[in-house]
């Protein structure tokens, strides 16, 4: 990638430690940092810059299917800024476009704020792990984390399907095969279909977007794969929800009856800002899939969920509130924040009281 004005964006970016660059017509270049959308202290952007900086990046293919489609999502390099995933778009007949920083290397599990349960569930030999959350709650780089812990502890075969990548993996004690949609493979399903006679132990699979990715992906797990997937979900309840709601009539209930065998674990996850608003701080709720869980999906009775979390500490479980909760004790994050996103903000008022000395 070589535009003198996208280079002086992104090093401008990384001076700033932004997770986030976007460039929208009109305005100045857009910094995230620590959650907040920051300006530059320059001239607004024009459509013509964007222009070209579009003609820069995308090849002939990509040109053709942004053409075509109006949105793209790919992978780049950047010698200041390591690797990126860029995300085109249009807004009056003209591109715009958001780049997000994938970072170098992997942060341990205490720096990203993850439970050690998350490590049991990297560990098990089959099933299907599930990471959901909102956008930008750093779902990807949970996954990321979970393929670098079997990468170092485990002599395997790893594929993994994203769009794009945005972490690169080394071969360590496992083989890791990355593919890439439009570079690689023509798309998740296609890929999806074909990864499984590549002898994979573990797939992961960057993201479940519908039918035949979801109905694959649990069959794979159901059947001696250990299936590592992203979801855009608010909760642990709603992505059960999602996969559920997505089949009908009778492929419902055969779905009920492998999800119930092949799921080990979910974890949802959001990222606050920080008390002292320097940085993001990882909330979360987990859930492991013990005979009750599994029992609950067979029942397809998930409103009874939460309450089997709630009792489900000794495993490992733990509810959004109650984490929220432990983050706001801790002085991470403020009073206002642990209430705008608790799920039941009177429960978290009283347990808040309960919990003073």
């Known amino acids: 990638m070589n535009h003198p004005r996208l280079d002086q964006f992104l090093r401008a970016a990384t001076e700033v430690d932004a997770s986030d660059l976007h460039l929208v017509a009109g305005v100045p270049a857009a910094y995230r940092v620590n959650g907040e959308i920051v300006l530059a202290d320059q001239d607004a952007v024009t459509e013509e810059e964007l222009e070209s900086i579009a003609q820069a ?36 007949g003209h591109p715009e476009m958001s780049f997000r920083f994938c970072g170098s290397q992997i942060s341990t599990r205490e720096e990203l704020g993850l439970p050690e349960r ?81 002898d994979p132990d573990v797939l992961v699979v ?34 059960l929800e999602r996969i559920i709601g997505v089949f009908e009539g009778s492929s419902q209930r055969q779905i009920i009856l492998q999800l119930s065998n092949a799921l080990q674990g979910i974890i949802c996850q959001d990222l606050l800002p920080a008390a002292d608003r320097t940085r993001r701080v990882l909330a979360y709720e987990l859930v492991v899939a013990n005979g009750a869980v ?58 808040k009281s309960e919990a003073r000395p």
Not at 67 to 89: K, V
């Open 57 to 92: 990046l995308l090849n002939d293919m990509q040109r053709a299917k942004f053409e075509q489609e109006w949105e793209l999502c790919i992978s780049l390099f950047h010698e200041r800024a390591g690797r990126l995933r860029a995300t085109f778009y249009r807004r009056n």
């Open 118 to 198: 998350i490590d049991d569930l990297a560990r098990r030999p089959n099933g299907l792990v599930l990471v959901t959350g909102p956008t930008g709650a750093g779902k990807t780089t949970t996954l990321n984390y979970m393929v670098d812990l079997i990468n170092n502890e485990r002599r395997c075969k790893i594929v993994t399907i994203e769009d794009p990548i945005e972490f690169v993996h080394e071969n360590r004690r496992a083989i890791v095969v990355q593919q890439e949609v439009l570079t690689d493979v023509r798309s998740f399903n296609r890929a999806l279909i074909h990864v499984l006679r590549q």
């Open 206 to 239: 960057g993201e479940m977007r519908d039918f035949e990715a979801i109905s694959t992906a649990v069959t794979a797990a159901e059947t001696g794969h250990l299936v590592l997937a992203t979801l855009h979900s608010p909760s642990v309840s709603n992505a």
């Open 294 to 351: 599994r029992n609950i999906i067979r029942e397809n009775q998930l409103h009874q969920l939460e309450n089997v979390i709630q009792t489900g500490k000794k495993e490992g479980m733990v509810l959004m509130d109650n984490c929220l909760l432990d983050l706001y004790c801790k002085c991470q994050i403020t009073y206002d924040t642990a209430m705008s996103r608790a799920r039941h903000p009177d429960r978290l008022v009283r347990q």
